[in-house]
T-cell receptor, first 114, second 114 residues
Framework: DAGVTQSPTHLIKTRGQQVTLRCSPK?????VSWYQQALGQGPQFIFQ???????QRGNFPDRFSGHQFPNYSSELNVNALLLGDSALYLC?????????????FGSGTRLTVV | AQSVTQPDIHITVSEGASLELRCNYS??????LFWYVQSPGQGLQLLLK??????LVQGIKGFEAEFKRSQSSFNLRKPSVHWSDAAEYFC????????????FGSGTRLLVRP
């Protein structure tokens, strides 16, 4: 039974570019949450998707957007990349209630903006 | 504002010694409380969680945590540390009125001396 799968594991982008990160939830989970973890910091909540809609959003600019597909997988898009967007991006899936108590985290995508 | 404080950035202990990692939270009501561990380049693994009831919570890998309402604390303990416990540890809360997301502390890095 696969857990949460994120791709790619690493990528390097140039300032101003756009990036798409992908997440496949754990089998049986239908809710996906995204977190940004800057170096030396704890993860910060970006947003959560359920039933293909953004259910809740953290304090991130509109450059950060997402999508959820009918198979519950999700994408995180970041436009106009800044150096400060360099971070580990974590995806967490959970069951119907979306509660953090049921989170399973992926191993993350390391994004470096140069 | 809701916040989680982990006052120790680094802690070094000898293998076999006991361990206590501190966590304090700031929130109007008792939130759900969590401890996660993160090994280098990896995602987050849940060690234990507290919702209600017995204030001493047992987790995986021999860890336990004690909730103290009067001190708004949720400290993590282990009686005998193993070299494999070296990692980053994060305390997190999920507010009861917004339990979709986790609010993390900035983490404590545990180093284990042979």
């Amino acid at each position: 039974d696969a857990g949460v799968t994120q791709s790619p594991t690493h990528l390097i982008k140039t300032r101003g570019q756009q990036v798409t990160l992908r997440c496949s939830p754990k089998s049986g989970h239908d809710t996906v949450s995204w977190y940004q973890q800057a170096l030396g910091q704890g993860p910060q909540f970006i947003f959560q998707y359920y039933e293909e809609e953004e259910r809740q959003r953290g304090n991130f600019p509109d450059r950060f957007s997402g999508h959820q597909f009918p198979n519950y997988s999700s994408e995180l898009n970041v436009n106009a990349l800044l150096l400060g967007d360099s971070a580990l991006y974590l995806c967490a899936s959970s069951g119907r209630t979306g509660g953090a108590a049921g989170y399973t985290f992926g191993s993350g995508t390391r994004l470096t903006v140069v | 504002a809701q916040s989680v404080t982990q006052p120790d950035i680094h802690i070094t202990v000898s293998e076999g010694a006991s361990l206590e990692l501190r966590c304090n939270y700031s929130y109007g009501a008792t939130p759900y409380l969590f401890w996660y561990v993160q090994s280098p380049g990896q995602g987050l693994q849940l060690l234990l969680k507290y919702f209600s009831g017995d204030t001493l919570v047992q987790g995986i890998k021999g860890f336990e945590a004690e909730f103290k309402r009067s001190q708004s604390s949720f400290n993590l303990r282990k009686p005998s540390v193993h070299w494999s416990d070296a990692a980053e540890y994060f305390c997190a809360v999920a507010p009861m009125d917004s339990s979709y997301k986790l609010i993390f502390g900035s983490g404590t890095r545990l180093l284990v001396r042979p």
